[in-house]
């Protein structure tokens, strides 16, 4: 069998074809968004919303990552509701309502994701599974983002996931489009650090993960006090 070429930017025909040679097993857009695989759409710009879009004047890939948003597409909707995503600066922004309406061939999935989709599958690891995460260690503190260590000790007993492999697998809100400083993976991937505010939306929105544990992460762990304004400033923004 000629293997099929997968894009950048996979449509959803092409990933589930891409990943049913890969595994030999069906795919469909359900199967994906279990996989925590993050869809994007391509928004072109509008003077309507300048702040959305910032000097990304030709129009930039939004992510589709919100719990609710995400819940339609399983569902079998007809199209794509996105009423939460990331700005051009992959700041967290509520669209106004009753959000913005996409034809489901709009959906895009990155080539990245699906690889390394793919990678952990041909491992043996599936999505969801529980594991102990190792102890903390004392790390410095940076306004660039928490180390793998520190994203354990303040969320992983709350994340019904092994939170290490996510961090590990860097799909989704776990990677370079989602929660990771992109500047720290490409020094190493040991180096590697996440914005705590952007992942506990992600783990909030994604994951269910509740509110309560993750506000209270804020409040405890000395390591996230720096960002505590950050996160009170996105909730109030999202209404939470």
């Known amino acids: 069998m000629t293997p099929l070429e997968l894009p950048f930017r996979a449509t959803t025909l092409e990933a589930c074809a891409w990943l049913e040679q890969q595994t030999g097993s069906p795919w ?45 597409l399983a569902a079998g909707s007809d199209d794509v509701l996105i009423t939460l995503t990331k700005d051009a600066y ?10 913005f309406r996409r034809p489901l061939d709009a959906l895009r999935f990155q080539q990245k994701d699906l690889k390394q989709l793919a990678a952990a599958l041909a491992r043996g690891e599936q999505p969801g599974a529980a594991d102990t995460p190792p102890a903390p260690k004392p790390a410095s503190e940076s306004r660039l983002g928490i180390t793998k260590e520190q994203v354990l000790a303040a ?44 992942l506990a939306l992600g783990l909030n929105d994604v994951y269910r993960v509740p509110l309560g544990p993750l506000k209270r992460a804020f409040k405890t762990h000395d390591f996230l006090l720096d960002w505590e304004d950050d996160w009170d400033q996105s909730l109030r923004l999202l209404g939470k």
């Open 90 to 99: 992959k700041i967290v922004a509520r669209l106004p309502e009753p959000g």
């Open 155 to 198: 969320f992983a007993a709350h994340a019904r996931m092994d939170l290490g492999k996510a961090l590990d697998g860097a799909i989704g809100i776990f990677g370079d489009d989602g929660a990771r400083v992109k500047a720290s993976a490409r020094k190493s991937k040991r180096n590697a650090v996440w914005n705590p505010v952007t």
């Open 28 to 72: 469909h857009l359900a199967r994906l968004l279990e996989h925590g695989l993050t869809p994007y759409v391509w928004l072109d710009y509008d003077p309507a919303f300048p702040e959305l879009f910032g000097d990304a004047n030709g129009g930039y890939a939004a992510p589709v990552f919100f719990r609710d948003d995400i819940a339609l």
